[in-house]
């Protein structure tokens, strides 16, 4: 079953305007990631934001991570028309000594109208 | 050139053949991984490794094997594909277990 589940599961936005995301997951985390992708790529990674840290800042990225709600947002600011993709979370589940395998979610797919 | 390879980017096969997607990194990642990515479903793990020899089975291991003899290639077998089977796989590579995966381009399977 998936760990992490994305919300909206899509949105479409003007040029220039913010973009929100969310992600709720299940079990606790070691860290929480960000990925993009593009139609007809692979996915490319964003961010990542550990269990302990509850904001964190990439260029125009902003993520927050509120572990005991178990869930994270992502923040797209001043957004591009070359941010249209699809945005998917990603949990790494505390699950002992050697945990290293992601678990995604379905993803938002965000439409950025030029 | 340095990054991960996955090869063929297209395939179409007939239920029952067996298929071998490819991949391949050049970094020396110790972890590489299988996943499959459908409508409705997100990315679902097939196959993990940790290092050569050693790997472990995800989410939705069935009807597919993996081999890991040398540590930058990671291929996936369909033993007998199915229609079920017909989805995108993306292949991915880390360094450092759970954080940041670095992942291939894909391979469109269909199988008719």
């Known amino acids: 079953s998936q760990q992490g589940e994305e919300d909206p599961q899509a949105l479409s936005i003007q040029e220039g305007e913010n973009a929100t995301m969310n992600c709720s997951y299940k079990t606790s985390i070691n860290n929480l990631q960000w990925y993009r992708q593009n139609s007809g790529r692979g996915l490319v990674h964003l961010i990542l934001i550990r269990s302990n840290e509850r904001e964190k800042h990439s260029g125009r990225l902003r993520v927050t991570l509120d572990t005991s709600k178990k869930s994270s947002s992502l923040l797209i600011t001043a957004s591009r028309a070359a941010d249209t993709a699809s945005y998917f979370c990603?949990?790494?589940?505390?699950?002992?000594?050697?945990?290293?395998?992601?678990?995604f979610g379905k993803g938002t797919k965000l439409s950025v109208i030029p | 050139d340095a990054g991960i390879t996955q090869s063929p980017r297209y395939k179409i096969t007939e239920t029952g053949r067996q298929v071998t997607l490819m991949c391949h990194q050049t970094w020396s990642h110790s972890y590489m991984f299988w996943y499959r990515q459908d409508l409705g479903h997100g990315l679902r793990l097939i196959y993990y490794s940790a290092a050569a020899d050693i790997t472990d089975k995800g989410e939705v291991p069935d009807g597919y094997v993996v081999s890991r003899s040398k540590t930058e290639n990671f291929p996936l077998t369909l033993e007998s594909a199915t229609r079920s089977q017909t989805s995108v796989y993306f292949c991915?590579?880390?360094?450092?277990?759970?954080?940041?995966?670095?992942f291939g381009s894909g391979t469109r399977l269909t199988v008719v």
């Open positions: 990603a949990t790494d589940a505390r699950s002992g000594a050697g945990s290293y395998q992601l678990t």
């Open positions: 991915a590579s880390s360094d450092q277990g759970s954080y940041g995966y670095t």
